[in-house]
């Protein structure tokens, strides 16, 4: 069957295509000719990835599936959310994005925070949602090297390593993304 995962990250295709084998074949955005910006303006992650899934049902046909992450810290009421890309600025920089949470979050002790990751998939015609949590604090300061975004910043809860000082497999095993992820694969495995 063929599904479009609307993204252009052909890490992030590479890795899903290794979990669903040969029944599932992934196509990304390039490979259905879609070059365009896909539209992301709602208010909410569910409704970000819903946007982006119909927008590929409604204009190329293919079932497909798309997904939308934010970092949700509890003292700054959920922020930053579905800002979580650029919350800084247009830019976009992990940098800059950082710098503003350690900012806020200077003088407030409760660090709470989670991951939240919502993927939208439609199918024969119909939409399924799932959705991947992974719980934690915001450190005070910067800590390890790998991942990307806000990894080096956020503790996952009983572990004293940040996402970014622990290696690639390890954090998708505990994920936001990862339990998402496993969530829309049993889904595709029962249906096939
Ligand atoms: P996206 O919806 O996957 O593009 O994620 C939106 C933004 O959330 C990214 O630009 C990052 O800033 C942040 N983000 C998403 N996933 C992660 C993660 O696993 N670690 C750190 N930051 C992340």
């Given at each position: 069957?063929d ?6 990250n052909?890490?992030k295709?590479?890795?899903l295509q ?7 074949h992934l196509l ?8 365009e910006?896909?539209?992301e303006?709602q208010?909410?992650?569910?409704g ?6 119909f927008?590929?049902f409604?204009k ?6 798309a ?7 509890e003292a700054?009421?959920?922020?930053p959310g579905?800002?979580s890309?650029r919350y800084?600025g247009k830019?976009?920089s992990?940098?800059?994005n950082m710098k ?5 979050m200077?003088k407030?002790?409760?660090r709470?925070?989670r991951f939240?990751?919502?993927?939208s ?13 992974v719980s934690g604090e915001?450190?005070k300061?910067?800590?390890g090297?790998s991942?990307f975004?806000?990894d080096p910043?956020?503790?996952p809860?009983?572990?004293n390593q940040s ?11 505990i994920s936001?993304r ?7 694969v049993n889904?595709?495995?029962e249906i096939?």
């Amino acid at each position: 069957m063929d599904l479009v995962f609307a993204t252009n990250n052909q890490h992030k295709l590479k890795e899903l295509q290794a979990i669903l084998g040969e029944d599932f074949h992934l196509l990304s955005l390039k490979d259905i000719g879609c070059n365009e910006e896909i539209p992301e303006e709602q208010p909410t992650l569910e409704g970000n990835a819903s946007q982006k899934s119909f927008y590929i049902f409604n204009k190329y046909g293919y079932d497909c599936f798309a997904d939308d992450t934010g970092l949700e810290i509890e003292a700054l009421n959920g922020e930053p959310g579905v800002f979580s890309a650029r919350y800084a600025g247009k830019e976009k920089s992990a940098e800059a994005n950082m710098k503003k949470v350690l900012e806020r979050m200077a003088k407030i002790n409760q660090r709470k925070a989670r991951f939240r990751t919502v993927i939208s998939l439609i199918i024969r015609g119909e939409e399924k949602r799932f959705e991947g949590i992974v719980s934690g604090e915001i450190l005070k300061e910067k800590r390890g090297n790998s991942g990307f975004g806000y990894d080096p910043i956020f503790q996952p809860e009983g572990l004293n390593q940040s996402f970014a000082e622990m290696g690639l497999a390890d954090k998708n095993k505990i994920s936001h993304r990862g339990h998402a992820v496993e969530k829309l694969v049993n889904y595709l495995k029962e249906i096939e």
